[in-house]
């Protein structure tokens, strides 16, 4: 009735019949549950003179279809409107942040508009919105919160404003219908699983400002072809283009420092990539399974290559090391240390069969690990030991001499 100020704190949490409410005028702020779980709310009237809506406000009416939010209103709270079956919601301009899961799960809502007053779009605002086909992120916007967009799986592009420096973690997770976005140059840092799992996805570039990009980003983009990433980036995390299927080609900048573990883990399609000189180590897996890969040069900075790094690459028949690495070499494309004493990786992509050089004292762990196609391995004199996995999956090899002078055989 006329006089009520506010609306309390769980005033009417699970009125479950009731249907509909009008708010009066002299109400300015609708409390922390207030309307939650009223599963058969379906409309509601929200008066100019209202400023706040509460935490998990109308949270779980599960049948509220349409809201007009004034424009008196500056604060949304966390939860506001989630599970709602709102279709479209115009934010006034007096917001300048939009809680976490404010509208989480609405899966009826198709359009969002979003005022120049927002700043922030928080942690799951607008996640699992499977029907939002449409947003527009305002110039205002600074940042994107982790989730923000996740499981919005009917979103088919976006625009990303000058002004946002961060995109969160899994922020656009599962956008299956994403076909293109473009990443502008204020963008420092690109979250984990950022664009995980977004399948239609076919290239990107990656802005000269982006510095940071997260684990497992553009893991799982199916479709992704081609991918630019621009000379300011220094931190790439692990997995970030595990499973990028139709990848055939990367640029990497020039300030990495390492290829991580997983980063390119089933690349099938990947043919070409150039590791620059700054980069100091490879980690375990890093090409796995990059079956279209025919040949690597190792450059002359990198001082460590991880367990497995290029199991699976079926093609791989060169793997060379610059003239200046002070830790391999490389003879007729086989990866030495750099004294020739330890026989490190034999590319699987190797035929027939191979006589291992005079001065060799080791055979490397999983140094011919998958090596399918050779038929036979001579072991010099010198070699006292072969290290773990050596010969793994060497389901071509029918013969083998280890001689007098091998002291150990690894497990």
């Known amino acids: 009735e006329k006089g009520v100020t506010s609306i309390g704190y769980e005033a009417f949490y699970e009125f479950t019949n009731l249907t509909s409410v009008t708010i009066p ?46 424009d008196s209103v500056i604060s949304i709270r966390e939860y506001a409107f989630q599970y709602c079956s709102l279709t479209s919601v115009t934010i006034p301009d007096g917001v300048t942040s939009i809680g976490a899961f404010t509208f989480y799960n609405c899966e009826s809502l198709t359009s969002v508009t979003i005022p120049d007053s927002v700043t922030s779009i928080g942690e799951n605002t607008f996640g699992d919105c499977s029907s939002l086909t449409s947003v527009t992120i305002p110039d205002s916007v600074t940042s994107i919160g982790d989730s923000a967009f996740r499981f919005c799986t009917s979103l088919t592009s976006i625009t990303i404003p000058d002004s946002v ?96 573990k ?24 890093a090409f796995e399974y990059c079956n279209s890969l025919a040949s690597i040069i190792i450059p002359k900075g990198v001082e460590s290559i991880g367990s497995r790094a290029f199991t699976g690459c079926s093609s791989l028949k060169e793997i060379n090391a610059d003239l200046n690495n002070q830790n391999y070499s490389s003879i007729d494309g086989i990866l030495f240390s750099k004294d020739n004493t330890t026989l490190v990786r034999c590319p699987e992509g190797k035929k027939n069969s191979y006589e291992i050089p005079d001065g060799v004292t080791n055979i490397g762990e999983q140094a011919f690990y998958n090596c399918t196609n050779l038929t036979s391995i001579e072991i010099p004199n010198s070699v006292t030991s072969i290290g773990e996995q050596a010969f793994h999956n060497c389901t071509g090899l029918t013969s083998m001499s280890i001689t007098n002078g091998v002291t150990q055989i690894g497990g």
């Open 25 to 70: 005028d002299s109400v300015t702020s609708i409390g922390d549950f207030a309307f939650g779980h009223c599963d058969r709310l379906t409309s509601v009237t929200i008066p100019d003179s209202v400023t706040s809506i509460g935490y998990y406000a109308f949270g779980c009416c599960y049948r509220l279809t349409s809201v007009t939010i004034p």
């Open 165 to 260: 420096t961060s995109i969160g973690n899994t922020a656009f997770a599962y956008c299956w219908g994403l076909k293109g976005i473009t990443i502008p140059d204020s963008v420092k840092s690109i979250g984990s699983l950022a664009f995980y799992d977004c399948n239609d996805l076919t290239n990107i570039t990656i802005p000269n400002s982006v510095i940071v990009i997260g684990n497992s980003a553009f893991e799982n983009c199916d479709n992704l072809t081609n991918i630019i990433i621009s000379n300011s980036v220094t931190d790439i995390g692990e997995t970030a283009f595990r499973n990028c299927k139709k990848l055939t080609d990367i640029k990497l900048s020039n300030s990495l420092t390492s290829i991580p």
């Open 262 to 285: 997983d980063m390119f883990v089933q690349c099938y399609a990947l043919t070409n990539v150039t590791i620059p000189n700054s980069v100091t180590s490879i980690g375990e897996q």
